[in-house]
């Protein structure tokens, strides 16, 4: 039906930057919202930063001014650069959408549509 396909983490020392992605892919009728979120070991999900269709975005507070969020439509795709990364961003990071797709001959509206994440380990 619908896949959300993380990229883009890995390793990197504190200070430095990733560019994280997410494309969805499927039979997608309309993607209303996306976001990011993290999870460190032993700690429940949080919300790192979300966008709207419009292009409106919020950010949590321990990312503000370091992290930026975008997305191209037209590619079904949401972005996530990381900069001035500190050991504590350390987490498996995990894109989320609010979706519509065409499954049975009908629309189905999923407001959370998880993809599988992709781990950010910052270390020196």
């Known amino acids: 039906q619908v896949q959300l396909v993380e990229s883009g983490g890995g390793l990197v020392q504190p200070g430095g930057s990733l560019r994280l992605s997410c494309a969805a892919s499927?039979?997608?009728?309309?993607?209303?919202?996306m976001g990011w979120y993290l999870q460190a070991p032993g700690k429940q999900r949080e919300l790192v930063a979300h966008?709207?269709?419009?292009?409106?975005?919020n950010y949590a507070d321990f990312v503000e001014g370091r992290f930026t969020i975008s997305r191209d439509n037209a590619k079904n795709t949401v972005y996530l650069q990381m900069n001035s990364l500190k050991p504590e961003d350390t987490a498996a990071y995990y894109c989320?959408?609010?979706?519509?797709?065409?499954?049975?001959?009908?629309?189905?509206?999923?407001?959370?549509?998880w993809g599988q994440g992709t781990q950010v380990t910052v270390s020196s």
């Open positions: 499927g039979s997608i009728l309309s993607i209303y919202a």
């Open positions: 966008i709207t269709a419009g292009g409106n975005t």
């Open positions: 989320n959408a609010d979706l519509e797709y065409y499954s049975d001959y009908k629309a189905h509206r999923e407001i959370d549509y």
